[in-house]
């Protein structure tokens, strides 16, 4: 079955909802295909004590204020599930779901999107799929000679799965210093870092870091010197979970190991520390395989783009994968600015090839239309 329309966006997370959001506004056909089978994104998967940095209100994607949790200052993981639920149910949001998308390919002046459920013809595509479903396990020698149980921070639920046991948690960003307080009370704890950790300072939450993030961008836009961004601050925003461990002396963290042996982890003193599971809060990287065949990719496995547009390719659009694609795009609070960029850069586009075929005798009308393309339900 092949389809047309004027955009497709893939992704249902945080990202493709504000694309959809500001797609919609502008009046543009487009299709989300999700290929999560709930809405909600990433935030179904989180670990169970996530809490977001900011209050709910600085946590909103455009149009629509994220309500506040009751007797919580920062919502959690589900909290943030329900609120893109109703958010994609307000806007009547075209959401297809489960839809997973093999591979964009060019075809002539339209954007081939190959997927389990048939194939779409686009005159754009926005790519929204996140870093989630990358995790990143760095090569430390011995991984393979571990015998107990590794996990990536993707993969972690909660403290009670790991009652008692020997947990090295390994990495010193948000994730690690969140999960490592999370297992400080119920097993035995090792926390191990690259550098000393670097908690920013306790009145600092998400806000802020949008403020700096944004700043770092229009610096290096307007040719001035690199402020250093949220990296200026540290490293660890010291959300109260994270503070109370760290308070408590709970969360003192050893410098990296050197490699992994078969029951524990081994420093180059000759320091060893046994361990029943490691945990690696180690990253993740942009989950990118569905644009392969337009070949793009350059060092360091990223696209090239000018804000959020393909150098390579303009009818392709990236949106929420950090702040190569936007300032603080990855964030709920982020994705608004550059979702609303692209969407008018996309109506440009669009609208050049509306007048150019109608210039040669024929308009170009979509075969989805959006009045009739959903029932305000999340499909």
Same mark, same amino acid.
């Given at each position: ?40 994104? #990433?935030?179904?998967?989180? +670990?169970?004590?996530?809490?977001? @940095?900011?209050?709910?209100?600085? /946590? ?16 959690? #993981? ?5 609120? !893109? ?7 009547? !949001? ?10 964009? &390919? ?6 081939? *999107? ?7 013809? %686009?005159?754009?595509?926005? /790519?929204?799929?996140?870093?989630? +479903?990358?995790? @990143?396990?760095?090569? *430390? ?16 639920? $909660? ?7 020997? *947990? ?30 670097? @908690? !920013? ?18 610096? !290096?836009?307007?040719?001035? $010197?690199?402020?250093?961004? *949220? ?25 990296? @190991? ?11 003193? =000759?320091?060893? #520390? ?5 945990? +690696? ?5 942009? %989950?990118? $395989? &569905? ?9 360091? =496995? ?14 392709? &659009? ?62």
């Amino acid at each position: 079955m092949s389809r047309s329309t004027q955009v497709v966006v893939i992704g249902g997370g945080q990202a493709g909802l504000a694309a959809g959001y500001h797609l919609r506004r502008l009046g543009l056909d487009f299709v989300v295909l999700d290929a999560q089978a709930a809405p909600g994104g #990433a935030w179904q998967h989180v +670990w169970d004590s996530l809490r977001l @940095f900011s209050p709910a209100a600085y /946590s909103s994607l455009p149009g629509r204020l994220m309500p506040p949790q009751p007797g919580e200052i920062h919502p959690d #993981a589900q909290h943030v599930v329900d609120y !893109l639920t109703d958010y994609e149910k307000r806007y009547e !949001l075209p959401v297809e779901r489960p839809v997973r998308v093999a591979g964009v &390919h060019r075809d002539g002046g339209r954007l081939r *999107v190959e997927t389990d459920s048939g194939t779409w013809r %686009a005159r754009a595509v926005i /790519s929204a799929t996140g870093t989630w +479903w990358r995790p @990143f396990l760095p090569a *430390v020698p011995g991984r393979a000679a571990f015998e107990g149980r590794q996990l990536h921070a993707a993969e972690y639920r $909660s403290p009670a799965e790991l009652a008692d046991r020997r *947990v090295i948690v390994v990495g010193g960003g948000n994730s690690g210093a969140q999960i490592a307080a999370d297992l400080a009370y119920d097993t035995t704890l090792t926390w191990v870092t690259r550098r000393p950790p670097r @908690f !920013l300072a306790d009145d600092i939450d998400g806000r802020a870091l949008f403020d700096a993030a944004t700043a770092r961008r229009r610096a !290096l836009d307007e040719g001035r $010197s690199d402020t250093g961004g *949220v990296a200026s601050l540290g490293d660890i925003v010291a959300v109260p979970p994270v503070r109370e461990a760290r308070d408590l002396g709970l969360l003192k963290a050893e410098p990296m @190991f050197g490699r992994l042996v078969p029951d524990g982890v081994a420093w180059a003193d =000759g320091t060893r #520390a046994e361990a029943d599971t490691v945990i +690696w809060c180690t990253g993740f990287r942009p %989950a990118l $395989s &569905h644009l392969a065949p337009l070949g793009l990719r350059g060092p360091r =496995g990223r696209i090239a783009v000018t804000g959020t547009q393909s150098v390579d390719e303009p009818r392709l &659009h990236l949106l929420g994968y950090g702040d190569w694609t936007g300032p603080a795009s990855a964030t709920l609070i982020g994705v608004g600015r550059p979702a609303r960029d692209a969407a008018r850069r996309i109506a440009n586009l669009v609208g050049r090839t509306r007048r150019a075929g109608q210039a040669g005798g024929g308009a170009i009308v979509s075969s989805l239309p959006i009045a009739a393309s959903t029932d305000g339900s999340t499909r």
